[in-house]
Protein backbone atom coordinates (compact mmCIF):
# COMPACT_ATOMS: atom_id res chain seq x y z
CA UNK A 1 0.00 0.00 0.00
CA UNK A 2 1.59 3.27 -0.89
CA UNK A 3 0.80 6.73 1.33
CA UNK A 4 1.49 9.92 0.43
CA UNK A 5 3.45 10.76 3.50
CA UNK A 6 7.03 9.52 3.49
CA UNK A 7 8.57 6.83 5.96
CA UNK A 8 9.11 8.47 9.25
CA UNK A 9 13.11 8.31 8.88
CA UNK A 10 13.20 10.69 5.55
CA UNK A 11 10.33 12.95 6.97
CA UNK A 12 12.20 13.34 10.30
CA UNK A 13 15.49 14.23 8.01
CA UNK A 14 13.53 16.87 5.81
CA UNK A 15 12.36 18.66 8.82
CA UNK A 16 15.39 18.64 10.34
CA UNK A 17 16.92 20.37 7.11
CA UNK A 18 13.88 22.70 7.45
CA UNK A 19 15.15 23.59 10.58
CA UNK A 20 18.86 24.02 10.00
CA UNK A 21 18.12 26.16 7.08
CA UNK A 22 15.98 28.70 8.88
CA UNK A 23 18.60 28.69 11.83
CA UNK A 24 21.23 29.67 8.53
CA UNK A 25 19.11 32.45 7.82
CA UNK A 26 18.62 33.65 11.08
CA UNK A 27 22.46 34.17 11.95
CA UNK A 28 22.99 35.41 8.51
CA UNK A 29 20.52 38.17 8.85
CA UNK A 30 22.28 39.04 12.16
CA UNK A 31 26.06 38.08 11.40
CA UNK A 32 26.01 39.53 7.63
CA UNK A 33 23.08 41.99 7.70
CA UNK A 34 23.80 42.94 11.48
CA UNK A 35 20.26 42.96 12.39
CA UNK A 36 20.62 41.93 16.27
CA UNK A 37 17.67 39.75 17.26
CA UNK A 38 15.71 40.81 20.47
CA UNK A 39 15.03 38.23 23.93
CA UNK A 40 11.88 37.27 21.79
CA UNK A 41 13.59 36.28 18.41
CA UNK A 42 16.42 34.20 20.37
CA UNK A 43 13.90 32.32 22.47
CA UNK A 44 12.19 31.51 19.02
CA UNK A 45 15.89 30.16 17.74
CA UNK A 46 15.91 28.02 20.80
CA UNK A 47 12.67 26.25 20.02
CA UNK A 48 13.90 25.83 16.21
CA UNK A 49 17.33 24.22 17.32
CA UNK A 50 15.11 22.27 20.15
CA UNK A 51 13.01 20.90 16.96
CA UNK A 52 16.08 20.67 14.92
CA UNK A 53 17.53 18.34 17.58
CA UNK A 54 15.06 16.06 18.25
CA UNK A 55 14.53 15.42 14.38
CA UNK A 56 17.98 14.80 14.31
CA UNK A 57 18.21 12.42 16.80
CA UNK A 58 14.85 10.87 15.58
CA UNK A 59 16.74 10.53 11.89
CA UNK A 60 19.65 8.74 13.06
CA UNK A 61 18.02 6.47 15.71
CA UNK A 62 14.93 5.37 13.34
CA UNK A 63 12.74 4.07 15.54
CA UNK A 64 9.77 2.00 14.75
CA UNK A 65 5.92 2.73 16.13
CA UNK A 66 6.59 3.41 19.72
CA UNK A 67 9.57 5.63 19.29
CA UNK A 68 8.40 7.62 16.09
CA UNK A 69 5.56 8.56 18.09
CA UNK A 70 7.27 9.51 21.35
CA UNK A 71 9.67 11.88 18.67
CA UNK A 72 6.74 13.24 17.23
CA UNK A 73 5.28 14.43 21.07
CA UNK A 74 8.58 15.65 21.45
CA UNK A 75 8.49 17.74 18.24
CA UNK A 76 4.99 18.76 18.83
CA UNK A 77 5.77 20.32 21.92
CA UNK A 78 8.91 22.25 20.58
CA UNK A 79 6.95 23.39 17.82
CA UNK A 80 3.92 24.92 20.55
CA UNK A 81 6.36 25.81 22.97
CA UNK A 82 8.35 27.97 20.07
CA UNK A 83 5.53 28.76 18.30
CA UNK A 84 3.62 30.57 21.98
CA UNK A 85 6.51 32.72 21.60
CA UNK A 86 6.35 33.35 17.76
CA UNK A 87 2.69 34.18 18.30
CA UNK A 88 3.62 36.84 21.57
CA UNK A 89 6.00 38.29 19.67
CA UNK A 90 3.84 38.66 16.71
CA UNK A 91 0.71 40.07 18.71
CA UNK A 92 3.77 42.88 20.34
CA UNK A 93 4.83 43.76 16.47
CA UNK A 94 0.91 44.57 16.01
CA UNK A 95 0.45 46.86 19.24
CA UNK A 96 -0.68 50.28 18.49
CA UNK A 97 2.65 52.41 19.38
CA UNK A 98 0.97 54.05 22.58
CA UNK A 99 0.62 50.75 23.96
CA UNK A 100 4.35 49.31 23.44
CA UNK A 101 6.00 48.23 26.68
CA UNK A 102 8.92 50.32 27.36
CA UNK A 103 12.70 48.80 26.54
CA UNK A 104 14.14 46.73 29.15
CA UNK A 105 17.60 45.66 29.75
CA UNK A 106 19.40 43.41 27.80
CA UNK A 107 19.16 39.59 27.62
CA UNK A 108 22.61 39.00 28.68
CA UNK A 109 22.56 41.69 31.62
CA UNK A 110 19.18 40.17 32.64
CA UNK A 111 20.62 36.42 33.06
CA UNK A 112 23.93 37.65 34.88
CA UNK A 113 21.67 39.83 37.53
CA UNK A 114 18.03 38.15 37.58
CA UNK A 115 16.83 34.63 38.62
CA UNK A 116 15.81 32.56 35.64
CA UNK A 117 12.68 32.86 36.76
CA UNK A 118 12.35 36.64 36.83
CA UNK A 119 14.22 36.62 33.57
CA UNK A 120 12.03 33.98 31.87
CA UNK A 121 8.76 36.61 32.83
CA UNK A 122 10.36 39.80 31.82
CA UNK A 123 11.69 38.10 28.34
CA UNK A 124 7.86 36.35 27.46
CA UNK A 125 6.40 40.11 28.56
CA UNK A 126 8.61 41.87 26.07
CA UNK A 127 9.51 45.32 25.25
CA UNK A 128 9.86 47.76 22.98
CA UNK A 129 12.57 46.06 21.25
CA UNK A 130 10.18 43.04 20.42
CA UNK A 131 7.66 45.33 19.07
CA UNK A 132 10.04 46.70 16.10
CA UNK A 133 10.05 45.49 13.08
CA UNK A 134 12.91 45.59 10.97
CA UNK A 135 12.72 43.31 8.33
CA UNK A 136 10.27 41.47 6.18
CA UNK A 137 10.14 38.75 3.35
CA UNK A 138 6.76 38.57 1.45
CA UNK A 139 4.65 40.15 4.16
CA UNK A 140 5.98 38.58 7.01
CA UNK A 141 7.99 39.61 9.97
CA UNK A 142 10.57 37.08 10.86
CA UNK A 143 8.30 36.48 14.01
CA UNK A 144 5.96 35.33 10.72
CA UNK A 145 8.44 33.04 9.61
CA UNK A 146 9.16 32.06 12.79
CA UNK A 147 5.64 30.82 13.04
CA UNK A 148 5.43 29.46 9.61
CA UNK A 149 8.43 27.05 10.68
CA UNK A 150 6.62 25.80 13.91
CA UNK A 151 3.72 25.25 11.87
CA UNK A 152 5.50 22.62 9.81
CA UNK A 153 7.35 21.29 12.81
CA UNK A 154 3.99 21.10 14.49
CA UNK A 155 2.51 19.27 11.27
CA UNK A 156 5.33 16.58 10.97
CA UNK A 157 5.07 15.88 15.00
CA UNK A 158 1.17 15.81 14.65
CA UNK A 159 2.14 13.39 11.44
CA UNK A 160 4.36 11.12 13.08
CA UNK A 161 2.32 10.71 16.53
CA UNK A 162 -1.12 9.59 14.87
CA UNK A 163 0.51 7.90 11.61
CA UNK A 164 -0.84 4.36 11.39
CA UNK A 165 1.62 1.70 13.25
CA UNK A 166 3.88 -0.86 11.33
CA UNK A 167 4.09 -4.90 11.53
Sequence with gaps: MSSIIPAPRPLNALAFLA??????????L??????????????????????????????LHGPKNIGVRIYGALTTLAALGGGAVAARHIWLQNLPADQVPACG???DYMLEVFPLQNV???????SGECAEMDWSFLGLSLPGWSMVVFAGL????????????TR
Design 154 to 165: LLVGLIQMFRPL
Design 105 to 107: PGL
Design 120 to 126: LQQVLAG
Design 19 to 28: CLAAIVGALY
Design 30 to 59: QHVDGLEPCPLCIFQRVGVIAGAVILLIAS
